[in-house]
């Protein structure tokens, strides 16, 4: 009997529900541990609230002296709660978010005077040693310094005794070496670039903010069980195992009865979500067995891209004390559904419209109309770059294989929304009369007409899909931090936003046109551009790839080839020219996620090769040792009539060293082919052998590990199997 995989059951089948104690009300404690406008103006001067406030609502600069009244009151009220060290919490390009706890507790030089210290200088800036995180060359290895930096717009929060503090991460030289600063100058762009638009319709707004709803899909696993699967621990995901006989194939798991376990862990989140000001709604069963999905309110989206990095911290921490383990990646299991990241994105004012939500009064849409045309025309013209922001080893295997959603990025709108741009597209006149104004809000060819929210089904194969009042990015992938597909979007519609009003300016000026008419024209012309992205099939058919082919949309099934987007002319020179990221920037994470994909795949060639040789080969040869003494046994009895009467085992002895053959040598060409892979120093180069030399190996050896899975006795199967991992409450 194989010990860990039994013991594992054993462990995990006795397990009851953690008891923890939930609040009466969520609303009673949301952001307890947040510093907050509540807690600020209990803690800080008005001043220093005031400075504050104009630092995250107008980008206003706090100074030194300034800053050492903010980090006093923070102190305070940190130390009011019990807490004993902070930190400065960044995002670096791992994937994962990074912290040095430093303790308030210091003393003078010879031992005495202890006291609890925080100032502004420790708030503001700290000094993080760069040479060891990912910097795509922007640093020498012995160049070690880098610095964090206090991102005020998000605010500080507590978790367990250490006060966290948002900061960016940029190198001695400047260049930014996370995830979050690009972001923060992306929505500062938008803000300038939707603004000036929205000035057409009302002179009133002063600042448009990008807001992001995210929904976190994820696999809830036992402790046990998972830990007795060296794959699921060191790369994520299950590299072999054969499909259980049930999977999904009955619908019954999708918005089911949430399993006990599993909703005593979802409360107990939810609990810690509500400290921390993470504003979580929603719970569910997903589709596949044991996964499941929360999400949240929408938030700007600077914030809600630092609580879902959080977030996927606290899961992983509550998960430990209810004795389960949360699997992010995107296919964790063969067979059943993977995990996204759908990314919900739209564009609101701080006169509280939403931009993307259409409404009933010609002004209004006409105003909707030209946020939604200007979406849809940036991603036609940037769909390789969208594609690129999205890719990763763990993503491949949603998007290349036809799994929600597909490779290729076009946008969905509904059959009335695609009806209207058609009616749009057709008017032939440059100017619109008295009365075609005053009917705009009819649906009649030439005017725009009254939309309803939700007038439209969803389609969840498309990647960029309208949902009455946002767009849904459904590729984002599970693991993904949501900035690099926020930065991304963000960039590009903020850019088309800026072309948009050069030509519209252009038309009243040249043109001696009213403000309408120029708008109504240069739409008119987005929509006649922006054709080939519009798709409201099925995403997943052969049909779609080759019309896709046709109308010249890019289909990058793998991680090597998509990211070459990143550094074409194009890219380089939107986001210079908005001034995100210089080339020496952008440059560096596509150095960055070539480099990241191809050490995920040599990880999970390593693993592969040592699951197969050190647990399948010798599990198989032992139970096959079982089956040639029974034959042996069966000679002994019956003489020279033993081969009819141990058919079945001689076929099944041979079976078994076929496939203990098949994966001895495929082991050896895999290996040898990452060692080829290794000696090449081109990066791109070697991200494309790890892609298209080594990967294939991974399903053929898998086969021959499934195969025998089947064929070798239950009792001696040394890894938890399928039904067991998906199927244990």
Aim: charged fraction near 25%; proline fraction near 3%; glycine fraction near 6%.
């Amino acid at each position: 009997m194989s010990t860990i995989r039994f013991q594992a059951l054993r462990e995990a089948s006795s397990r009851k529900p953690v008891d923890f104690q939930e609040s009466d009300r969520k609303s009673t404690i949301f952001g307890s541990n947040v510093f907050n406008d509540k807690a600020m103006r209990q803690y800080l001067t008005s001043d220093a609230f005031k400075g504050v406030q104009g630092a995250v609502q107008h980008g206003t600069k706090i100074d030194r002296k300034l800053a050492d009244y903010i980090a006093m009151g923070m102190k305070e009220w940190a130390l009011s709660k019990g807490v004993t060290h902070y930190t400065h919490w960044f995002q670096p390009l791992t994937g994962t978010t990074a912290e040095k706890h430093d303790a308030f507790f210091e003393t003078s030089y010879d031992g005495s005077d202890p006291v609890e210290k925080f100032g502004g200088a420790q708030l503001v800036q700290q000094e993080p040693d760069a040479s060891s995180f990912p910097n795509g060359g922007i640093r020498n290895t012995f160049e070690a310094r880098g610095y964090t930096a206090w991102d005020p717009t998000s605010p500080a929060f507590i978790f367990g005794t250490t006060l966290c503090i948002p900061t960016v991460f940029i190198s001695y030289t400047g260049e930014a070496l996370d995830y979050k600063t690009p972001l923060l100058r992306a929505l500062m762009v938008m803000d300038d670039a939707a603004t000036e638009v929205c000035k057409y319709f009302d002179k009133n707004v002063k600042k448009v903010t990008a807001t992001l709803g995210w929904e976190q899909e994820y696999f809830l696993v036992d402790r046990a069980l998972a830990n007795s699967r060296p794959d699921l621990i060191m790369t994520g995901r299950t590299l072999l195992g054969h499909t259980s006989a049930k999977g999904q194939q009955l619908d019954d798991h999708y918005f089911g009865s949430i399993p006990t376990r599993a909703l005593t862990y979802m409360r107990d989140l939810e609990q810690e979500c509500m400290l921390l000001g993470i504003p979580v709604k929603t719970r569910h069963n997903e589709v596949a067995p044991n996964q499941f999905e929360l999400a949240p309110i929408f938030e700007e989206t600077n914030l809600a891209v630092d609580h879902n990095c959080l977030l996927m911290d606290v899961m992983q921490k509550v998960a430990e004390r209810h004795e389960l383990k949360v699997l992010f990646h995107e296919k964790p299991f063969k067979g059943v559904n993977g995990s996204g990241k759908h990314n919900n994105w739209s564009l609101a004012t701080d006169t509280g419209v939403n931009l993307l939500s259409p409404s009933k009064t010609p002004m209004s849409n006409l105003q909707f109309l030209t946020f939604f045309i200007n979406t849809i025309k940036a991603v036609n013209d940037n769909e390789s770059l969208l594609r690129a922001a999205i890719a990763s080893a763990s993503n491949d295997h949603r998007l290349g294989a036809n799994e929600a959603p597909p490779a290729i990025i076009s946008v969905f709108i509904g059959g009335q929304l695609t009806k209207v741009l058609a009616e749009l597209e057709g008017v032939t006149t440059g100017k619109l009369s008295p009365e075609e104004k005053t009917d705009l809000k009819l649906n009649v060819v030439g005017k725009i007409p009254d939309v309803l929210l939700d007038n439209t089904d969803r389609n969840r194969t498309s990647p960029f899909a309208f949902t009455g009042n946002k767009f849904e990015f459904r590729a984002v992938g599970s693991t993904a931090n949501c900035s690099n597909a926020m930065t991304t979007l963000n960039a590009i519609v903020a850019k088309q936003l800026r072309d948009f009003k050069v030509e519209v300016d252009a038309l009243i000026d040249s043109k001696d046109m009213k403000k309408d008419d120029a708008i109504f024209n240069v739409l008119r012309e987005y929509i006649k551009q922006s054709k080939k992205i519009l798709f409201e099939g099925d995403g997943y058919s052969e049909e779609w790839e080759i019309e896709a082919k046709k109308r010249g949309l890019s289909n990058f099934k793998t991680t090597p080839e998509a990211l070459k987007a990143r550094v074409s002319k194009q890219s380089l020179d939107l986001f210079s020219e908005l001034n995100i990221m210089n080339h020496v920037e952008v440059e560096a994470r596509y150095e960055i996620e070539l480099e990241e994909y191809t050490k995920k795949i040599q990880i999970e060639g390593r693993v592969l090769g040592d699951i197969s040789k050190n647990h399948v080969i010798p599990t198989a040869i032992r139970y096959q040792n079982t089956l040639i003494a029974n034959v042996k046994g069966l000679k002994d009895i019956f003489g020279n009539d033993f081969e009819t009467i141990a058919k079945e085992q001689i076929i099944l002895i041979k079976d078994i060293s076929k496939h203990i053959e098949g994966i001895n040598t495929k082991v050896k060409e895999m290996t040898d082919a990452r060692k080829s892979a290794n000696a090449l120093t081109d990066a791109q180069e070697m991200a494309e052998a790890y892609c298209d030399k080594v990967k294939p190996y991974f399903e053929i050896i898998r086969n021959h590990c499934d195969k025998l899975e089947l064929l070798v006795d239950n009792e001696l199967w040394t890894l938890t199997k399928y039904r067991e991992l998906l199927f244990t409450k």
